[in-house]
């Protein structure tokens, strides 16, 4: 409908990826309902609909490496390759032969054309709940040049709303959700249909007792709830060895061994075709990455994993021989990714997108000629057919004051790189922070109005990251780690006088003299992780905090 609007010529497509009906054994399925839905838009909308089959493609390239990777215990995401082999790649030739100027889909996501040419940038969609950039980081820069993301601007609920106001059949139709060969079975009988059942034990990380059989290794997956009996706390699995038969389970949804400090990624598949200028360059990446598809985006730094130290396996993850052996060949191709916070259930297997040049918190742009970090961002949604806009407070790093601008979701925000150098933070001298330099052990002082809304969260001894100019080496910006482990003095329980308390948190007093909400079972002595963003609780602190 957009595409008409704008007066293209428009033809539609529906793709047959998965066979039900042959897999079931039985006719019909949810897939000729599914035709008989887009029959009914195609007619509506006036346009021609045509039929492409690329199930013997979508066995061969995606679910015979799933089933294959899925039965040795690993936890892949079959919707990366989907997109790369079968939607980017035969559907796109198809589409071409056929004299298509362009491939447009409903993707939540957008593209950055360059003005002289190459292959266009791959944006996050102007709705953060809907993004589907992560489902795209397979797909080749050169194959996203013909396509159009039409949606990708837009806020699901506006979409919604055109589609009803045009009276489009689909306009209340629920999104699809899951993996379509899987359908609503459960996980483990599928794939056992398909591959053997890998049995086991369930051990407790903490003590290693024996909690009972694992019928099936391979259908558990980093994170999810394990269902042992007999447990007094719910009970989640905190790795696999695959090799010894074990599934390790830990008491409690925030236990540390379900949190991972730093993880080694394979060989990289850049979109632009080429690494980032940072890694580039011999410098570490600083960005945001994604280990999973509902997580929310987090700060990271990445490495070359061949220029750095070889991390130590996890004694919670033990692959499988031929897994085993294309980790040891990560250690030189691939990634090493420290992340500056531990995540929660980082998975083998599973695709780790990182973003680099999102607009964010402490990220330095160019506003009127001026050099400005950003202070704080909203995103205020329109109604309607309204985009919205989104508004940010800046600080210009030169003269200090503050500013304010607006601009709307799909203009391009450069995000200006500076140098940056690490300094470990000794004490406070009035005003002023007196700093070190880890390697040379020289020591500088700098205001502490630098850090902004974060430098309450000072702690002895944390690395904060300082961007300098790079004429003079002043400072112009400082930077705390997102996240910094403090420890509670004192907690005010439910019903005493002088503090604030809910159905679900609590007051405490923080070592460092802060005051925050935590959960009512946060106990006095208690080490807890608190986001320096915003100053709120995020989880107890583990023994690699």
């Known amino acids: 409908m957009l595409l008409k609007q704008q007066g293209h010529d428009v033809v539609g497509v529906f793709t047959r990826n998965w066979d039900e009906a042959e897999e079931a054994g039985v006719p019909g399925g949810c897939g000729e309902a599914d035709l008989e839905a887009t029959r009914r838009v195609a007619a509506q909308l006036r346009i021609p609909l045509a039929e492409a089959d690329f199930t013997a493609r979508y066995w061969h390239d995606v679910f015979a490496d799933y089933v294959e990777q899925a039965g040795r215990g690993l936890t892949p995401n079959p919707d990366l390759p989907c997109n790369r082999h079968i939607k980017f790649g035969a559907l796109a030739a198809w589409a071409a032969e056929r004299g298509a100027d362009a491939l447009a889909t409903g993707h939540y996501a957008r593209l950055r054309r360059h003005p002289g040419g190459g292959p266009p940038q791959l944006l996050r969609a102007v709705d953060n709940a809907k993004d589907q950039s992560y489902f795209l980081a397979g797909v080749p820069g050169a194959a996203l040049a013909s396509v159009e993301f039409p949606v990708g601007g837009l806020l699901k609920n506006t979409v919604r ?137 987090a700060e990271c730094a990445v490495v070359p994993a061949g ?54 918190t402490g990220n330095v742009i160019e506003s009127d000629g001026r050099l400005c970090e950003i202070v704080k961002f909203l995103h205020n949604h329109g109604a309607g057919r309204q985009l919205g806009s989104i508004q940010l407070e800046l600080r210009d790093l030169v003269r200090g004051n503050k500013l304010h601008t607006r601009f709307r979701p799909y203009d391009p925000v450069e995000v200006v790189r500076l140098d940056t150098k690490a300094y470990q933070y000794l004490y406070a001298e009035g005003d002023n922070l007196v700093l070190m330099d880890p390697e040379s052990f020289e020591q500088r002082s700098v205001s502490r109005t630098v850090l902004g809304e974060q430098a309450p969260w000072l702690v002895e001894g944390v690395i904060l990251q300082l961007s300098l100019s790079g004429e003079d080496g002043d400072v112009l910006a400082g930077q705390l780690p997102s996240f910094v482990t403090l420890e509670v003095v004192d907690t005010i329980a439910p019903g005493d006088k002088g503090g604030s308390v809910s159905a679900s948190y609590k007051q405490c007093t923080l070592s460092n003299g802060s005051q925050i909400m935590v959960p009512p079972s946060t106990t006095e002595g208690q080490r807890i992780v608190v986001d320096t963003r915003d100053g709120t609780y995020l989880r107890r602190a583990g023994a690699s905090d």
């Open 307 to 360: 220029a750095a130290p070889p991390l130590e396996p996890s004694a919670l993850c033990r692959l499988l021989p031929e897994d085993a052996a294309a980790a040891d060949a990560a250690q030189t191709d691939g990634l090493q990714v420290a992340f500056d916070v531990p995540v929660r259930a980082v998975t083998p297997g599973q695709a780790l997108v990182l973003y680099e040049g999102e607009v964010r």
């Open 161 to 297: 709303a055109l589609a009803a106001e045009a009276g489009l059949a689909s306009a209340a139709r629920r999104s699809s959700a899951g993996i379509c060969f899987i359908g609503r079975r459960k996980y483990g009988e599928f794939l056992e249909g398909y591959a053997a059942p890998l049995e086991g034990r369930y051990m407790d990380v903490d003590s290693g007792a024996d909690l009972g059989p694992c019928a099936n290794l391979a259908a558990l997956t980093h994170g999810q709830h394990a269902s042992i009996g007999g447990c007094q706390q719910r009970m989640y699995v905190a790795g696999k060895d695959l090799v010894a038969g074990r599934a390790w389970a830990a008491a409690g949804r925030d236990h540390p061994a379900l949190f991972s400090g730093e993880a080694l990624a394979g060989v990289p598949q850049w979109v632009a075709g080429v690494p980032p200028a940072a890694l580039a360059a011999g410098r570490p990446l600083h960005c945001q990455f994604k280990a999973r598809y509902r997580q929310a985006l």
